[in-house]
């Protein structure tokens, strides 16, 4: 019971229809995956309904796998936290890894006047900025527990209806990061996430779940995060490739072919938005023998479980997945080494957005 605590239980959608010792040995699983990974999965499996039968389902799993991938809008990823979390040294942490040229997308909102800081008053309304922010990180202080106010604080946040990304901050100063990494996560009920600025991969875990909890700021990172664009991608891919297994597990009164079609092309649509291309006629033309492989996979998968009838749910998870990966990565390649279709002048640009909206 205190594992599915600890992991908001990642599978709750899923229970109602999916086999109970299946989801208790998944339940032990998740407890071994990083935080980014383990929040990429629920991501997925919360966006599956969990109403209406398996067909609307699924289709609804697909159209959040589509929303926002198209979107190259500049936008605000607001930082907050009580004072001395760390804020500071988070951004910068980030911005050495940033291209000189590109514009700042992390700025800190003063949170105070909120709750117990400073006084709050029922009733009054958060910084604008909040509002106008794409993702909200709440930057806290690993080397102290939760207090009331804090977790106050959090929900308030979350509140507004956008994502809210718990980052504990200075999580190289603490004995036993694990287990300060669980609580907090079963004090809030949500997915917590680390960083460090003595620890460079945090910056790249932290930027990977800012695009899984929101995907119109995949364009906009990987264009101002051009070294971290294969690793971004990575968590596109994995995320698909999480859908695609669901897919795989959810028994539908038709052929996956479609669902499971539309999934990766929606996949390839956001890795050619990280690499800063827009997909044409003829560019799509390029990538449907990518797709069409898919037709062989799926048929071998058919043959496999006919012949293997009693791991029919693990061969058709295993294939959606693995395959969704495995063309993921091969598009990764593609868009780094071999598309010769990019045109000079297409270099990627953002969309402006009233100055007001950046809290100028």
Not at 141 to 159: K, P, V
Not at 319 to 335: I, K, M
Request: proline fraction near 5%; charge should be neutral; aromatic fraction near 8%.
């Amino acid at each position: 019971m205190e594992s599915r605590l600890a992991q908001q239980d990642v599978f709750a959608n899923i229970r109602d229809w999916a086999p109970e010792d299946l989801l208790n040995f998944l339940d032990q699983v998740v407890l071994l995956l990083p935080e980014d990974v383990r929040f990429r999965l629920k991501r997925v499996i919360d966006s599956l309904s969990s109403e209406g039968d398996n067909m609307q389902k699924v289709l609804e799993l697909v159209r959040s796998q589509w929303r926002g991938i198209q979107s190259d809008e500049w936008i605000q990823i607001a930082v907050a936290g009580p004072a001395q979390t760390g804020k500071n040294s988070l951004i910068k942490a980030i911005a050495r890894r940033q291209d000189p040229a590109s514009e700042s997308i992390f700025s800190i909102v003063d949170i105070q006047g909120l709750d117990e800081y400073l006084g709050y008053k029922t009733g009054r309304s958060l910084p604008e900025e909040f509002y106008f922010a794409e993702v909200i990180l709440l930057v806290l202080d690993a080397q102290y527990e939760l207090s009331d106010s804090t977790i106050s604080m959090y929900r308030r946040l979350n509140s507004l209806g956008k994502p809210v990304l718990v980052v504990l901050n200075k999580i190289d100063l603490v004995e036993r990061p694990w287990k300060v990494l669980r609580e907090a996560g079963k004090q809030l009920g949500t997915t917590v996430f680390t960083f460090s600025s003595m620890q460079p991969e945090t910056v790249e875990k932290l930027l990977k779940s800012i695009v899984d909890s929101n995907p119109k700021t995949l364009a906009p990172l990987t264009w101002s995060f051009p070294e971290l664009r294969r690793t971004i991608c990575n968590g596109v891919i994995s995320q698909a490739a999480f859908a695609g297994a669901v897919v795989g597990a959810v028994p539908i009164p038709v052929s996956d072919l479609l669902p499971m079609t539309a999934i990766q092309t929606g996949m390839l649509l956001k890795i050619a938005r990280a690499f800063g291309y827009h997909l044409n006629q003829q560019r799509a033309r390029e990538l449907i023998p990518m797709l069409a492989a898919g037709l062989a996979v799926r048929e071998g998968a058919h043959r496999m479980r006919a012949r293997f009838p009693q791991y029919r749910s693990l061969i058709s998870v295993s294939v959606a997945g693995v395959w969704t990966f495995c063309l993921g990565q091969a598009a990764v390649q593609y868009f780094e080494k071999f598309s010769g279709l990019v045109d000079a002048n297409e270099s990627p640009r953002l969309s402006s957005v009233p100055t007001g909206a950046r809290g100028e």
